[in-house]
T-cell receptor
Framework: GQNIDQPTEMTATEGAIVQINCTYQTSGFNGLFWYQQHAGEAPTFLSYNVLDGLEEKGRFSSFLSRSKGYSYLLLKELQMKDSASYLCVTYPGGATNKLIFGTGTLLAVQP | DVKVTQSSRYLVKRTGEKVFLECVQDMDHENMFWYRQDPGLGLRLIYFSYDVKMKEKGDIPEGYSVSREKKERFSLILESASTNQTSMYLC????????????FGNGTRLTVT
């Protein structure tokens, strides 16, 4: 089966660090994406992990443990504009990029 | 930058109407997708296409069809719109490699009355 779990909502303070967790159980696994989606807008690509470990990209980092079926997105030096929904997305495999989307974590950054 | 353009931002249609949602991408991507997004359910795949004139059913194809006559254009058709098809519809495209991210259009919010 296919299942992705991530918290529904989180709140954090401007300037702080927040970690958004994601666990997955999928029948195949060939990588994990994180997308950001602001209210009323389309999702935009943040990161892609296929090997275990941490990938850092500016204020955002993403971690993957394939053996544990676990990933997290780490946001540092939070800004108000980081208030958005963060989608954990797995790629089970196959030739056509058919992805499995989590329902998203709505992050509210407060002053 | 990749641009994925959806023809309408908002649409209001009546039950039973045939509805066409158009999507065009400008980066020569092989793959194109149609999703719908509903609160609490996340993105669900309706149909996708990995080449011109090719189409594959996604997870919720009932009540929909698609057309891909040209590589850059992927159309979603609601044969007879129903109120349960009121939703946000998102088109996306990507290259044909496993690590290629999806690029989304801005979405069409369809209301069926």
């Amino acid at each position: 089966g296919q299942n992705i779990d991530q918290p529904t909502e989180m709140t954090a303070t401007e300037g702080a660090i927040v970690q958004i967790n994601c666990t997955y159980q999928t029948s195949g696994f060939n990588g994990l994406f994180w997308y950001q989606q602001h209210a009323g807008e389309a999702p935009t690509f943040l990161s892609y992990n296929v090997l275990d470990g941490l990938e850092e990209k500016g204020r955002f980092s993403s971690f993957l443990s394939r053996s544990k079926g676990y990933s997290y997105l780490l946001l540092k030096e939070l800004q108000m504009k980081d208030s958005a929904s963060y989608l954990c997305v797995t790629y089970p495999g196959g030739a056509t990029n058919k992805l499995i989307f989590g329902t998203g974590t709505l992050l509210a950054v407060q002053p | 930058d990749v641009k994925v353009t959806q023809s309408s931002r908002y649409l209001v249609k009546r039950t039973g109407e045939k509805v066409f949602l158009e999507c065009v991408q400008d980066m020569d991507h092989e793959n194109m997708f149609w999703y719908r997004q509903d609160p609490g359910l996340g993105l669900r795949l309706i149909y996708f296409s990995y080449d011109v004139k090719m189409k594959e059913k996604g997870d919720i194809p009932e009540g929909y069809s698609v057309s891909r006559e040209k590589k850059e254009r992927f159309s979603l058709i609601l044969e007879s719109a129903s109120t349960n098809q009121t939703s946000m519809y998102l088109c996306a495209s990507s290259h044909g490699t496993s690590d290629s991210p999806l690029h989304f259009g801005n979405g069409t919010r369809l209301t069926v009355t």
